[in-house]
């Protein structure tokens, strides 16, 4: 019986469903099924790409070698399907950036993909620029990247991405650009809840609202990728009350998140410093 185009939907679903739960090879089962049902669509070849990265960073060396060739080959399909997927193209751009020779990456490859994706969209280019350089621990080059991507920012995740990443380098006011950035991207957005929490809680200042802000996005927001984990939203609930000298709320802070997250080292650390462990 011919196949739908709902069929390849449901199964791309179910690829997300399972790299969100970190089930990579149901990932990579359902998202190669997908490709199957419906050869010609850019994002299922973009997110096979995905799942077959992440399954090559959790296998031996021998088998990562192939996997990593083959996320490089499904992320190539999904740009000549689509010129303008620009998500693949910056997940093509960070494979070339960090993968060695032997499975087709290199930087000289990466730079030339981040001058062409910059001469189609400015900001694109800026955030490629700076993720490769963030790849290399260059941190002053890609945080001067990521400045000029959030002027003109258009793509949400682009500009939560480096929200994280200010969030993990403890960067009040980029976080506050980045928040601004959001706002106007993409307005109703449960993340800029969450990182001007954060920010705030960084500068030390409104922790009223810095706690109503990481209730409503815990109460909001979806669980998928890109969006912070509730796990860390209790982390910086915890980290809000300590700065208060509340160390009974924090530690039930991260004893929550440690609940929802068992490997949450940043809750076992606290846990272990307040005496709670």
């Known amino acids: 019986m011919a196949k739908s185009p709902r069929d390849g939907e449901v199964l791309f679903l179910l690829a997300k469903s399972h790299?969100?739960?970190?089930?990579?090879?149901?990932?990579v089962a359902n998202a190669e099924r997908a490709v199957a049902v419906a050869p010609g669509n850019s994002l299922y070849h973009e997110w096979l790409g995905?799942?077959?990265?992440?399954?090559?960073?959790?296998?031996?060396?021998?088998?990562?070698?192939?996997?990593?060739?083959?996320?490089?080959?499904?992320?190539e399909t999904a740009i000549r399907l689509n010129p303008k997927n620009y998500s693949a193209i910056?997940?093509?751009?960070?494979?070339?950036?960090?993968?060695?020779g032997i499975v087709g990456g290199g930087e000289d490859k990466a730079l030339l993909k981040i001058e062409q994706l910059a001469a189609m969209d400015e900001a694109e280019g800026h955030y490629a620029a700076g993720n490769c350089r963030r790849q290399k621990k260059d941190?002053?080059?890609?945080?001067?990247?990521?400045?000029?991507?959030?002027?003109?920012a258009k793509s949400p995740e682009l500009i939560f991405d480096i929200g994280d990443y200010a969030m993990k380098r403890n960067q009040p006011q980029r976080l506050l650009t980045v928040v601004a950035a959001g706002q106007q991207a993409s307005p109703g957005d449960p993340r800029t809840k969450f990182y001007r929490a954060t920010a705030l809680i960084l500068l030390k200042q409104k922790p009223d609202e810095a706690e109503s802000l990481?209730?409503?996005?815990?109460?909001?927001?979806?669980?998928?990728t890109g969006y912070p984990?509730?796990?860390?939203?209790?982390?910086?609930?915890?980290?809000?009350?300590?700065?208060?000298?509340?160390?009974?709320?924090?530690?039930?802070?991260?004893?929550?998140?440690?609940h929802?997250?068992?490997?949450?080292?940043?809750?076992?650390?606290?846990l272990r410093r307040l005496g709670k462990a």
């Open 139 to 152: 941190y002053p080059a890609a945080e001067a990247e990521f400045d000029k991507a959030l002027v003109n």
């Open 90 to 100: 910056q997940a093509l751009i960070e494979f070339d950036c960090t993968a060695p």
């Open 260 to 270: 929802t997250d068992p490997k949450d080292k940043t809750a076992q650390e606290a």
């Open 19 to 27: 790299f969100e739960l970190r089930q990579f090879d149901a990932a």
């Open 214 to 224: 990481l209730r409503e996005y815990l109460s909001t927001a979806p669980r998928r």
């Open 50 to 75: 995905r799942s077959f990265g992440e399954k090559a960073s959790k296998s031996s060396w021998f088998s990562a070698l192939s996997l990593a060739r083959k996320t490089q080959q499904e992320f």
């Open 229 to 258: 984990r509730p796990a860390l939203a209790h982390d910086w609930l915890g980290r809000l009350f300590e700065n208060q000298n509340n160390r009974d709320a924090a530690a039930r802070e991260y004893a929550t998140s440690l």
